[in-house]
């Protein structure tokens, strides 16, 4: 054992024990953990992971093992039902967006940013990054570490006093595309109107990062004039897990599909007239040559895209509507209660999330991610929160 170690420095290794308690039988743990559970407060965190309700028929749907020990659909004709799902999953972010082509998903909301950017470079031929930092930090992140490897210059657009993006975008011969969050990091809801035009009067891209659940009442990105539209689809049927894993949403106009990253499922006839379903597009390193691959992401999400599929078929347009209508309420419910002055933007329209401040240890601490915001949080309400819930975190925060 300690040969398979030794490249690890001994400062860094265990001298001692995990001072963990005695271990416990099976039953035993289970009741543990039910004890502490029913303990637990509600938690209000978010910043990009989100607690909504899962109906028990998307478990039940996506454990089949058709599913569950699927991969990825190399021979379409022996992956029909994994190719069917994924065409219908593309077709409700279609739906769902208002774009053209949906692929069949990515890693996650922060690389598909990443990736919409990388598709922003190629399309326009040009090297700047544009972003606002009320684009979620975490995404951020990783957008700076993928520009960084390919050498493109990244720069950040600063939110003002109300926590909203500047629309003087300073957009020049150099820039590729605009990132914008909606609704943003702080939960507020930006001003899209005229925005479009203004990036592409100045030959850049539109790119926009949503949360899904708020596109039951938000206007889809396609008709305010996004050109890629990005998003987390955690929230659609999959639970929180820690952070992980995540479903990458990708959508475009149809223009631009040849230069999307992952796959692209389409329906077609077999040669009996029969319905069936096919890989139409794959851009991915391994099935073409690697120099005109649009990008090096192989895994499929496609079970977590499913849960999705599922999440959106059982709750259709009157239930995400309801969902989201939830959500709102909840929040502003809690929002509208507080004084102004522990509101970072008191006079900003806000969805699900909003900036409080407090000492308290609830929701997101955002000092490590925004210095400026020293002493505030970030606090998430969803359709879950009761009202009994509400009144005692205002109790607290008050």
């Known amino acids: 054992m300690s040969d398979l170690f030794a490249d690890i420095p001994a400062s860094v290794r265990l001298s001692a024990p995990l001072a963990l308690p ?14 502490q559970a029913q303990d637990q407060s509600p938690s209000f965190l978010g910043g990009g992971v989100y607690n909504h309700f899962i109906p028990s028929a998307v478990k039940h749907l996506v454990a089949r093992p058709e599913f569950y020990t699927a991969y990825t659909p190399y021979q379409a004709e022996a992956s029909q039902g994994t190719l069917q ?3 219908e999953y593309q077709s409700m972010v279609c739906a769902l967006t208002g774009m053209d082509v949906a692929n069949a998903s ?3 909301g922060a690389t598909a940013l990443a990736e919409a950017a990388f598709m922003a470079v190629r399309l326009t031929g040009r090297k700047e990054v544009v972003v606002s930092t009320s684009v979620s930090p975490y995404y951020r992140e990783v957008l700076r570490t993928y520009c960084q490897a390919a050498d493109l210059p990244l720069r950040e657009i600063e939110h003002d006093q109300s926590g909203l993006t500047v629309h003087a975008l300073g957009l020049n011969e150099a820039s590729a595309c605009f990132i914008l969050q909606q609704p943003n990091f702080f939960g507020n809801l930006e001003s899209v109107a005229g925005l479009a035009d203004k990036i592409h009067a100045a030959g850049g891209l539109f790119i926009v990062s949503v949360d899904p659940i708020s596109l039951g009442l938000l206007i889809p990105p396609g008709e305010y004039g996004a050109d890629i539209v990005v998003a987390e689809g955690q929230s659609l049927g999959n639970a929180q897990n820690f952070g992980g894993p995540g479903l990458g949403i990708f959508a475009v106009k149809k223009s631009f599909v040849r230069q999307m990253p992952g796959r692209v499922v389409g329906e077609t006839v077999d040669l009996d007239g029969k ?4 890989l139409t597009l794959s851009t991915r390193e391994q099935h073409i040559r690697r ?7 192989c895994s499929n999400e496609a079970l977590c895209a499913l849960a999705a599929t599922v999440y959106l078929s059982l709750l259709g347009k009157t239930g995400l509507k309801k969902v989201a209508e939830l959500s709102l309420q909840n929040s502003n419910y809690l929002k509208r209660s507080l004084s102004p002055d522990k509101l970072a933007f008191p006079t900003t329209r806000s969805f699900k999330e909003f900036v409080v401040k407090t000492e308290k240890p609830i929701g997101l601490d955002l000092a490590p991610l925004y210095p400026k915001l020293i002493g505030y949080r970030l606090i998430c309400v969803t359709e879950l929160a009761s009202h009994r819930q509400l009144d005692e975190l205002l109790a607290e925060l008050s």
């Open 275 to 278: 319905r069936g379903f096919v």
């Open 85 to 87: 799902a994924i065409y």
């Open 291 to 297: 120099e005109r691959a649009t990008s090096n992401i």
């Open 22 to 35: 005695a271990p416990l039988s099976e039953p035993e743990l289970l009741a543990e953990l039910t004890e």
């Open 106 to 108: 990515m890693y996650d």
